[in-house]
């Protein structure tokens, strides 16, 4: 279900919400590093690079 695809009214303005979303996974135990905070972000923009309104995952050995 696409909840946000529907403008809304702010006062007289018609606005509208979209969302590229990057989600990177280490494993159980892993610690938030540098290296695990890119690859989300690179995941990010491979969502934005394809038109956005959507969501990666990706393992960080991928980008190792």
Not at 14 to 20: C, D, E, R, Y
Not at 24 to 53: C, F, N, Q, W
Request: net charge negative; aromatic share 8%.
């Amino acid at each position: 279900e696409r909840a946000f695809d529907a403008p809304f009214a702010i006062g007289d303005t018609l606005m509208s919400v979209a969302a590229s979303v990057g989600i990177a996974y280490a494993g159980p135990g892993a610690e938030i590093s540098e290296e695990l905070v890119s690859a989300a972000d690179r995941a990010m923009y491979t969502v934005k690079d394809g038109g956005g309104r959507g969501g990666s995952t990706v393992g960080l050995s991928a980008y190792s």
